[in-house]
């Protein structure tokens, strides 16, 4: 069974700083099928980046994907207030899809 | 613009069937597969399946299969679930989105809860 693992599962931040987020497979996947999501309670998630690296449309140059194999990660500099949300990382492989348990951002 | 747009909340008992539809606009239909994905209270996105919209053609998460359909009305653009033996996990928020490998556009979600 893949697995995706986020850590940390809460990262408590001030605007302004800037928030790592991992996102771990239990086996390596191809760059081009790692994505990111961002879920602000009570709304749809939101694509932010595909293909590990590549950002949505209008989503800004503050986030940045990055990583390869098992590793992957996303980067949120200078946070702002609407930054603050959970975050998921999703997989495509063997025709499955799978999610990470996701990561919380909450404001410190 | 591209618009996915979901029906209402829905309240069913353990056992029944629900059929939630997804309306979607702004793009041509039959190009871009359907996903559906499954939100329950505090856990994970989970994939439930997709359905190819211009030949109708369906996969299914082995979680899921022979227990929920979907169907398309190209005409009216639309793509339906039906989840049947209805159980209290099912209560969850159910989202259709579109994509391929990711999912670039999503639906507001429809809210399912299943209480006797």
């Known amino acids: 069974e893949f697995v995706l693992t986020q850590s940390p599962s809460t990262l408590s931040l001030s605007p302004g700083d800037t928030a790592t987020l991992s996102c771990r497979a239990s086996?390596?996947?191809?760059?081009?099928?790692l994505a990111w999501y961002q879920q602000i309670p009570g709304q749809a998630p939101r694509l932010l980046i595909y293909?590990?690296?590549s950002r949505a449309t209008g989503i800004p140059d503050r986030f940045t994907g990055s990583g390869s194999g098992t590793d992957f990660t996303l980067t949120i500099s200078r946070l702002e207030p609407e930054d603050f949300a959970v975050y998921y990382c999703?997989?495509?492989?063997?025709?499955?899809?799978?999610f990470g348990q996701g990561t919380k951002l909450e404001i410190k | 613009q591209v618009h996915l747009v979901q029906s209402g909340s829905e309240v069913k008992k353990p056992g029944a069937s629900v059929k939630i539809s997804c309306k979607a606009s702004?793009?041509?239909?039959?190009?871009?597969?359907i996903h559906w994905v499954r939100q329950a209270p505090g856990q994970r996105l989970q994939w439930m399946g997709w359905?190819?919209?211009?030949?109708?053609?369906?996969k299914y998460s082995q979680n899921f299969q022979g227990r929920v359909t979907f169907t398309r009305d190209t005409s009216a653009t639309t793509v339906y679930m039906e989840v049947s033996s209805l159980r209290s996990e099912d209560t969850a928020v159910f989202y259709c989105?579109?994509?391929?490998?990711?999912?670039?556009?999503w639906g507001q979600g429809t809210q399912v809860t299943v209480s006797s």
């Open positions: 359905i190819n919209t211009g030949d109708g053609h369906t």
């Open positions: 702004g793009y041509t239909f039959t190009s871009y597969t």
């Open positions: 989105a579109r994509g391929s490998v990711n999912f670039d556009y």
């Open positions: 086996q390596s996947i191809s760059s081009s099928f």
């Open positions: 999703q997989q495509y492989g063997s025709s499955l899809y799978t």
């Open positions: 293909g590990a690296s």
